[in-house]
């Protein structure tokens, strides 16, 4: 079964440009997740699709980061402008349902200059 | 207080020895608990699965003490490979949302 497919993998961008990454859950799993991951922390969660709507976007800077899931299968992640703050590694990750086993994607890995 | 608290490490041990990381969580109401282990630069891998009753698998024991509010996990005769950062998750009320603690982190050496 193929797992959570990310990419980039790695991005390297200018403070004020935008960036976009992309997220392919496995097929079949309603719920779609990303999560920011910065260095020597947990992943901290962003914003929770159930097949196409929004669960929870809380914790999601909305005046830079938006998200979308068309379809209700993948789903883009967008950062406009970009901020130093925002090196991380996104963290794409899916489930059957909400609240089951997530598996997560490789990641991609975001240094802002 | 974060809503789930782990002790970053690391935590340095020697092959075979026996370690054990606790999680504390402040939802009194939260649902459902979890391991998860990530190796450096790599994504979060469910671990294991922490039910009421306790679990074990092979090398590792997990426990839930709700009256506490912590989770614990024990690794026996630890391996080399062993090394990693595990996490400790929460699921909230509902059962529908995940929060990660911080992690801590596992050297073994030889």
């Known amino acids: 079964e193929a797992g959570v497919a990310q990419s980039p993998r790695y991005k390297i961008i200018e403070k004020r440009q935008s960036v976009a990454f992309w997220c392919n859950p496995i097929?079949?799993?309603?719920?779609l997740y990303w999560y920011q991951q910065i260095l020597g922390q947990g992943p901290k969660l962003l914003i929770q699709?159930?097949?196409?709507?929004?669960?929870?976007d809380s914790q999601l800077p909305k005046d830079r980061f938006s998200a979308e899931r068309l379809k209700g299968v993948d789903s883009t992640l967008k950062i406009q402008p970009a901020k130093l703050e925002d090196s991380a590694v996104y963290l794409c990750?899916?489930?059957?349902?909400?609240?089951?086993?997530?598996?997560f994607g490789p990641g991609t890995r975001l240094t802002v200059t | 207080r974060k809503e789930v608290e782990q002790d970053p490490g690391p935590f340095n041990v020697p092959e075979g020895a026996t370690v054990a990381f606790n999680c504390t969580y402040s939802?009194?109401?939260?649902?459902?608990f979890f391991w998860y282990r990530q190796d450096c630069r790599k994504e979060p891998k469910l671990l294991m699965s922490?039910?009421?009753s306790g679990n074990e698998d092979g090398r590792f024991t997990a426990q839930l003490n709700r009256a506490s509010q912590y989770i614990s996990l024990l690794i026996r005769d630890s391996k080399l490979s062993d090394s990693a950062t595990y996490l400790c998750?929460?699921?909230?009320?509902?059962?529908?949302?995940?929060?990660f603690g911080g992690g801590t982190r596992l050297m073994v050496k030889p």
């Open positions: 998750v929460v699921t909230n009320n509902a059962g529908n949302m995940l929060t």
């Open positions: 939802n009194s109401a939260s649902q459902s």
């Open positions: 922490v039910y009421s």
């Open positions: 097929s079949g799993h309603a719920t």
């Open positions: 990750a899916s489930s059957p349902r909400t609240g089951d086993i997530e598996y």
């Open positions: 699709f159930q097949n196409n709507g929004v669960v929870d």
